[in-house]
């Protein structure tokens, strides 16, 4: 029996059925290729714990954050480095455990651009005013300021909650991805913490150091997970100095090469991250987190991570007696400011011995600086401080003491008028005066012994 034929419609029918499964069966032969390009780079998901030292407790594990493979022969198009980006995004959120709430915008800038990026964004943000107590107090020189940026591979800047990555040629190496991984960890901070609200908050030196200790902290945690995995054997040194140039510009060859400065500018990468470690050992990133909460509010509770988990050792006021009227006719108020006990420690590491200097600094509790100016070579100088005890105000006393013959050469004795108490002298850059009531000690910095014994007779 022969078998039917097909009607001219049913042969259409059985053609387009054919032509549908060869089209199906080669779109599934593409996803599966592709499927496979994209198994030679998978995303790492074996766990990773926190690295301690016993006894103490160790955080919950994380996934390892293996680099992901740079873009070879230095080739950085937008297309590579987004997707480079989105690779060491991931990572960052799994490591740090903060998801974000919002796309962080990214652009992207060739070397020269990023230049002139930083360059305006440094300079914005009033390097002299950022100096400006330092030199006041005298623990830096009065030098012109040069503003000079390193070249991260990316940033995230506050002011605009957005994200630069540099394009062009780049090394194939795991710290330009650190910088990128600290770079997107900011924005997350900024997104859950905002940062820019946070520096607005700190209305000191000494404040505004503790702050920036718990962010750069933060970040210098990530950064050491994301390129060691293991905060055991972690680069510290080289991973401060990555973040530092990343963070910070160069103000000058000479600036640089100031002592002072250089600890002033690693206080926040290096003390920072010892402060955050031990909240993350003692609580994990939830402890960190709530940091920013209820943030550090002095160097102190940084330098002694204990004062500030015990939450009642907080700063103590120091009232100054406002000398405007008393000081005569042309004088202002040039400066009130709290520096910490970082700050007072720096200061006598100037001249003193390391441990002698540090030793009488430890037992700080609060100061205020007040400056008042007549005009560029007139300006007095108080700052008064309160110690924990009356020996660690006879401590620091004693410091001083030793520190200004050494500071200000050559100094000669001088003689309190009147029922006036304290040690005096007059040196090449004025009169000086240390003196001490139970745990108050008073610096005192004038023109003149004459101007001196106004100030003092009015201080407390």
């Known amino acids: 029996m022969n078998a039917p034929e097909f009607t001219p419609g049913q042969r259409r029918t059985v053609i387009l059925m054919v032509i549908a499964v060869i089209t199906v069966f080669a779109m599934l032969t593409g996803f599966v290729v592709t499927s496979l390009q994209n ?3 998978p995303l790492p998901a074996t766990p990773q714990t926190f690295a301690s030292s016993p006894p103490t407790p160790t955080p919950p594990p994380l996934p390892s954050p293996s680099p992901s493979p740079m873009p070879e022969e230095g080739l950085w198009s937008q297309v590579q480095a987004a997707r480079l980006f989105d690779q060491i995004a991931h990572q960052v959120e799994v490591l740090r455990g903060l998801s974000p709430r919002a796309e962080v915008p990214l652009s992207f800038l060739d070397e020269p651009e990023m230049t002139v990026l930083l360059r305006k964004l440094y300079t914005e943000r009033d390097p002299e005013a950022r100096l400006s107590p330092y030199t006041t107090l005298g623990l830096l020189p009065d030098l012109p300021i040069y503003i000079r940026p390193h070249q991260p591979a990316g940033i995230y800047v506050p002011e605009q909650r957005q994200l630069y990555i540099v394009t062009g040629p780049h090394e194939n190496s795991a710290d330009a991805q650190a910088l990128l991984a600290r770079a997107y960890a900011r924005a997350l901070q900024d997104q859950h913490f905002d940062l820019t609200a946070m520096d607005a908050r700190a209305a000191t030196t000494d404040a505004t150091l503790a702050i920036q200790s718990l962010v750069e902290g933060d970040t210098a945690l990530l950064m050491a997970l994301y390129r060691h995995e293991d905060l055991n054997k972690t680069d510290w040194d080289h991973l401060t100095e990555l973040a530092l140039s990343a963070g910070q510009p160069s103000y000058g060859e000479k600036l640089d090469a100031v002592e002072a400065w250089t600890r002033l500018q690693r206080f926040p990468y290096w003390e920072g991250r010892r402060f955050t470690h031990d909240l993350l050992q003692i609580g994990g990133w939830e402890a960190v987190n709530q940091a920013y909460t209820t943030p550090p509010r002095s160097t102190e509770q940084v330098l ?9 050792d907080r700063p103590t006021e120091v009232m100054v007696p406002d000398l405007g009227t ?10 009130q400011d709290t520096l910490g006990e970082f700050v007072v420690g720096l200061y006598l590491d100037t001249v003193l011995p390391e441990e002698m200097s540090w030793q009488a600094a430890a037992g700080w509790d609060g100061d205020t600086l007040v400056v008042w100016e007549r005009d560029e070579e007139s300006r007095v100088l108080v700052w008064r401080t309160i110690w924990d005890s009356n020996a660690d105000a006879a401590e620091f006393e004693r410091a001083l003491v030793a520190w200004i ?15 006036l108490s304290g040690q005096w002298w007059e040196t090449d850059a004025g009169a000086m005066c240390v003196s001490r009531v139970a745990r108050y000690v008073t610096l005192v910095q004038t023109p003149d012994v004459n101007t001196m014994a106004n100030v003092v007779e009015i201080i407390p």
Request: cysteine-free; charged content about 35%; overall charge negative.
């Open 39 to 41: 198994w030679e780079t």
């Open 304 to 312: 002694h991570p204990e004062r500030y988990l015990e939450r009642e």
């Open 326 to 335: 008393d000081l005569g006719e042309g004088w202002t108020k040039l400066r």
């Open 405 to 419: 013959p050494q500071r200000h050469p050559p100094v000669r004795p001088a003689d309190p008028p009147g029922p």
